[in-house]
């Protein structure tokens, strides 16, 4: 951060505080209030973390009011369009698109760490069949702290760099075979010859008793998918990682306790909920009565797929998933996919409602990336597996970023205390 001399000057109980105001090279700036409790005696009240800067970071940047997304300062729109998953990858781990002969080495890393221990396939016999594949996942995943001892000593950059490849490297492993395990087909291996994409769509539907050719439509729809989800700067899942990090414990776990958050409706969960939404409205003429249940303050109903806490303009993602939605479909010769059209015209009539222009309520990247995913052969279950597939990189990176951060300590926030003051213990006779 650069220290601009500038400052923020607080009154406290009658008494003036300077405190440092810190400028980024882009986005608001900060007030610094490390020292607020030790010079003033008071805490900064915040739950939600609407208006708190946790740390600093050189990775990603949204711009809310413009619907701009900056990965190491590429718009998300040119990555997703000329860029590729694993490439986006490096960048995020790195900080600057590879050279040629870099990304070889990256793309060969990854693809040769792509197999699982043998011994992790007995976790997910001890699942049912019917289990949540975001449920294996948080359990497989931090499993892997019993498996890969090698990379779990945070201090050495060497096993950071090691976990951070295994972790990127078998997430599509670790899902293709929740969701084989969920259909009762035998698990499929990754193979070496095979794209990053390529490779998990083979994973999830291929089947020994025939082959099984990769569509290339669907793969490159796929990549883009991983791209459009890799990172978001410190959105909750992320948070929670930086936060499990911050005690020092090793990378599966905190990838792990990142997996559990996202998997929330409010936040990766979304996907599978905006589809099942779709499906509840079914038809265009239902759309208003769901519109109005959204703005019914007595109804828990919510738009799953609109809203954000950073966007109050489009989601970019959404518009690139959008587009390709409607590729997808088109090349898949899924014609007239109903849940396609009423998710056009929810966004066509949402948006024209004061409700959600006055909120700045727009889709965001769950809106119509279950369209896809449902028309590529995907059950709803497995569309959060897929966020959190992406965004491991996008945890791993954050990780990485605070863990070689001088600065980098335990989080523990404080809080507004409202409970019972000091009183002493009443003997049950006396209750
Ligand atoms: C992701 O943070 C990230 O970056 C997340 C993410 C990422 O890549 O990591 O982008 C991924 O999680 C996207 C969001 C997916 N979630 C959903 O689509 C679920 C539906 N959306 C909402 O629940 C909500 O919009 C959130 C959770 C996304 C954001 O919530 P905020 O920022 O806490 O906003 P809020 O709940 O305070 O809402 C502000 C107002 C409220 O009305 P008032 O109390 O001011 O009267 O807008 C209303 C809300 O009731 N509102 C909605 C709404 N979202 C907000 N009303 C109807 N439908 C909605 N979807």
């Known amino acids: ?18 405190l440092p105001v810190h400028s980024p090279t882009a986005g608001p700036d900060v007030v610094d209030i490390r020292k607020l409790y030790g010079q003033a005696g008071v805490f900064t009240y915040d739950p939600g973390f609407t208006s708190t800067a946790s740390c600093d970071s050189t990775i990603t940047y949204i711009d809310g009011d413009k619907g701009e997304l900056l990965h190491r300062g590429y718009p998300i729109d040119q990555l997703a369009e000329k860029s590729h998953f ?56 931090g499993a892997m702290s019993a498996f890969y001892h090698d990379s779990t000593d945070i ?52 089947v020994p008793a025939e082959e099984y050719e990769v569509n290339p439509i669907l793969s490159r729809a796929m990549d883009r998918i991983f791209t459009l ?25 905190c990838i792990a306790a990142g997996i559990a958050c996202l998997w929330g409706p409010a936040h990766g969960g979304a996907n599978q909920a905006c589809l099942e939404m779709l499906e509840e409205i ?29 966007y109050k303009n489009f989601d970019p993602r959404a518009k690139v998933m959008k587009q390709s939605a409607d590729e997808v479909l088109d090349l898949l010769g899924v014609e007239n996919n109903p849940k396609l059209q009423v998710a056009k015209e929810l966004e066509k009539e949402a948006l024209q409602d004061p409700y959600f222009a006055e909120k700045k309520l727009f889709p965001n990247v769950d809106f ?14 497995m569309f959060t597996p897929i966020f959190a597939l992406s965004r491991t990189v996008g945890w791993v990176s954050q990780w990485k970023e605070m863990i070689a951060d001088p600065q980098n300590k335990i989080g523990r926030p404080r809080q507004l205390y409202l409970g019972e003051t000091s009183r002493d213990y009443v003997d049950i006779e006396k209750r």
Request: hydrophobic fraction near 35%; charge should be neutral; charged fraction near 20%.
């Open 1 to 18: 951060m650069t220290d601009s001399n500038k400052t923020a000057t607080l009154t406290v109980h009658g008494k003036e505080y300077e």
């Open 86 to 141: 694993l490439e986006v990858c490096y960048l995020l781990l790195y900080g600057e698109l590879p050279g040629a002969k870099d990304l070889e080495t990256f793309e060969s890393t990854i693809t040769r760490h792509t197999m699982l221990h043998e011994q992790m396939q007995y976790f997910y016999r001890g699942f049912r069949r019917d289990a949540h594949p975001m449920a294996i996942m948080v359990g497989v995943v």
């Open 155 to 206: 201090s050495d950059p060497h096993q950071r760099e090691v976990a951070s490849h295994r972790l990127i490297a078998k997430m599509p492993t670790i899902a293709a075979w929740a969701y084989k395990y969920h259909t009762g087909q035998p698990f499929v291996y990754p193979r070496n010859d095979l794209d990053y994409a390529s490779n998990f769509l083979r994973m999830c539907f291929s």
């Open 229 to 253: 989800h890799a990172d978001h700067e410190q959105n909750a899942s992320t948070s929670t990682v930086r936060l499990a990090s911050s005690s020092g414990a090793n990378p599966f776990a």
């Open 282 to 310: 079914g038809t265009v003429d239902r759309i208003p009565e769901y519109i109005a249940r959204a703005k019914d303050k007595n109804d828990p109903f919510r738009l799953m797929g609109f809203g954000h806490r950073v």
């Open 368 to 381: 119509y990336s279950g369209i896809i995913l449902e028309a590529m052969g995907f059950p709803t279950s």
